[in-house]
C-alpha cells in the first residue's frame, strides 16, 4: 500500500504519541489536535485507529518479510545472519526508538483481534527465519544439534527482545550496539558448534 504525506505523517505521529503516552493515549483527537487538523480531517486518511495501527503494523510485516527473504538468499555462516539481523533490529530502533513502544506492545492489542492476529503474524515470520538460519546452520554443521532449532530460535528472539525493552525502560541510556554486539557474540558461542 502506497501512502500520501498526510498519512505518512499520521502514521509518525501516532509513533511518536504511543511512544510518549502509550498505547492508551493514541486518540483520534490527540492525532489531529498533534498535526493541527480537524477530527473528520483524519478520518479522511485512516477509517478508525485500528486503522493506523494496522498500517503502523503492515510496515513491521513488510520489514521481517524482507528480512526472512535475504536471510534464504544469504549464503554466509548461522551465527553471522543472526548478527546481521540483531544489528540490522538495534539500528532500526536506534534511528526510531519510539517503535520499540508499539512493537512490543503486543499484550495491550490482546482486546483487539486483528492488531493480535497481526502481532502473532509478525512473530511467527521472525520465528520461522531464525528457526530456518539455525536448521541450515545445523544441517551444515555449524549449529549445535543437541537442542532443537525451535528452542534456540525461541533463546534468539527472547535474548533480542530482552535487551531491547531493557534499553527502552532505562530511557535509552547506553550504548545498545555495543551492549547488543557483545550479546550477540555471547548468543553465537552458545549456539554454535
Same mark, same amino acid.
Given at each position: 500500500?502506497?501512502?500520501?504525506?498526510?498519512?505518512?505523517?499520521?502514521?509518525?505521529?501516532?509513533?511518536? #504519541?504511543?511512544?510518549?503516552?502509550?498505547?492508551?493515549?493514541?486518540?483520534?483527537?490527540?492525532?489531529?489536535?498533534?498535526?493541527?487538523?480537524?477530527?473528520?480531517? #483524519?478520518?479522511? %486518511?485512516?477509517?478508525?485507529? +485500528?486503522?493506523?495501527?494496522?498500517?503502523?503494523?503492515?510496515?513491521?510485516?513488510?520489514?521481517?518479510?524482507?528480512?526472512?527473504?535475504?536471510?534464504?538468499? !544469504? !549464503?554466509? &555462516?548461522?551465527?553471522?545472519?543472526? $548478527?546481521?539481523?540483531f544489528s540490522k #533490529?538495534?539500528? #532500526?530502533? *536506534?534511528? &526510531?526508538?519510539?517503535?520499540?513502544?508499539?512493537?512490543?506492545? @503486543? @499484550?495491550?492489542?490482546?482486546?483487539? %483481534?486483528?492488531?493480535?492476529? /497481526?502481532?502473532?503474524?509478525?512473530? +511467527?515470520?521472525? @520465528?520461522?527465519? *531464525?528457526?530456518?538460519?539455525?536448521?541450515?546452520?545445523?544441517?551444515?554443521g555449524e549449529v549445535? +544439534?543437541?537442542? @532443537?532449532? /525451535?528452542?534456540?530460535?525461541?533463546?534468539?528472539?527472547? &535474548?533480542?527482545?530482552?535487551?531491547?525493552?531493557?534499553?527502552?525502560?532505562? !530511557?535509552?541510556?547506553?550504548?545498545?550496539?555495543?551492549?547488543? $554486539?557483545?550479546?550477540? !557474540?555471547?548468543?553465537?558461542?552458545?549456539?554454535? /558448534?
Open positions: 500500500m502506497v501512502l500520501s504525506d498526510r498519512q505518512l505523517e499520521i502514521i509518525d505521529l501516532s509513533i511518536e #504519541i504511543i511512544a510518549e503516552q502509550g498505547i492508551q493515549g493514541l486518540t483520534i483527537k490527540n492525532i489531529a489536535k498533534r498535526i493541527g487538523i480537524s477530527e473528520p480531517a #483524519i478520518y479522511r %486518511h485512516f477509517d478508525s485507529k +485500528t486503522q493506523i495501527l494496522l498500517t503502523i503494523l503492515d510496515n513491521f510485516m513488510e520489514m521481517a518479510s524482507f528480512m526472512g527473504e535475504a536471510m534464504k538468499m !544469504n !549464503n554466509d &555462516t548461522a551465527g553471522n545472519k543472526i $548478527e546481521f539481523m #533490529i538495534v539500528d #532500526i530502533f *536506534i534511528e &526510531t526508538p519510539s517503535y520499540i513502544s508499539v512493537i512490543f506492545s @503486543e @499484550e495491550l492489542f490482546k482486546n483487539e %483481534h486483528v492488531l493480535k492476529e /497481526k502481532i502473532i503474524s509478525i512473530l +511467527t515470520l521472525n @520465528e520461522q527465519t *531464525i528457526e530456518y538460519i539455525i536448521k541450515t546452520g545445523q544441517e551444515r549445535r +544439534t543437541d537442542i @532443537e532449532c /525451535k528452542n534456540l530460535a525461541i533463546i534468539v528472539m527472547g &535474548t533480542l527482545r530482552f535487551r531491547i525493552k531493557q534499553w527502552d525502560l532505562n !530511557n535509552y541510556k547506553g550504548d545498545i550496539k555495543a551492549s547488543g $554486539e557483545d550479546l550477540i !557474540n555471547s548468543l553465537k558461542s552458545i549456539i554454535e /558448534k
